[in-house]
Nanobody, 131 residues
Framework: QVQLVESGGGLVQPGGSLRLSCAASGDTLKDYSLVWFRQAAGKEREGVSCIASGDGIAGYAPIGYADSVKGRFTIARDNVNNTVFLQMSDLKPEDTANYFC???????????????????RGQGTQVTVSS
């Protein structure tokens, strides 16, 4: 089974950027659908971005974003290093949260947003946006 470790979080000023990494071991991450979630104190978990396994399902977008981050966040795979990145730009105080990645060998269409329940997850990395 796959193990996931996130890194790249920290303190950043509003308008700044961060790149989060989700590094996998134990299996090939490109064979898993992956979601970046965030959870702020006192709030529900939110799936902010998702990426399909392999080439995805024919006819469906292989990447999804929550409306709250669309145009500011970019998800991408680095298959050589068995990692998925989340590039975050134009960060806002409301982006402050613990960010974690989750993976599942199933395929999803993302038609109704990023899937909420995946089999494996990491511990997370804290992102704080504050001046």
């Amino acid at each position: 089974q796959v193990q996931l470790v996130e890194s790249g979080g920290g303190l950043v000023q509003p308008g700044g950027s961060l790149r989060l990494s989700c590094a996998a071991s134990g299996d090939t991450l490109k064979d898993y659908s992956l979601v970046w979630f965030r959870q702020a104190a006192g709030k529900e978990r939110e799936g902010v971005s998702c990426i399909a396994s392999g080439d995805g399902i024919a006819g469906y977008a292989p990447i999804g974003y929550a409306d709250s981050v669309k145009g500011r966040f970019t998800i991408a795979r680095d298959n050589v290093n068995n990692t998925v990145f989340l590039q975050m730009s134009d960060l806002k105080p409301e982006d402050t949260a613990n960010y974690f990645c989750a993976a599942d060998p199933r395929q999803f269409t993302f038609q109704n947003g990023c899937p909420r329940h995946l089999k494996f997850r990491g511990q997370g990395t804290q992102v704080t946006v504050s001046s």
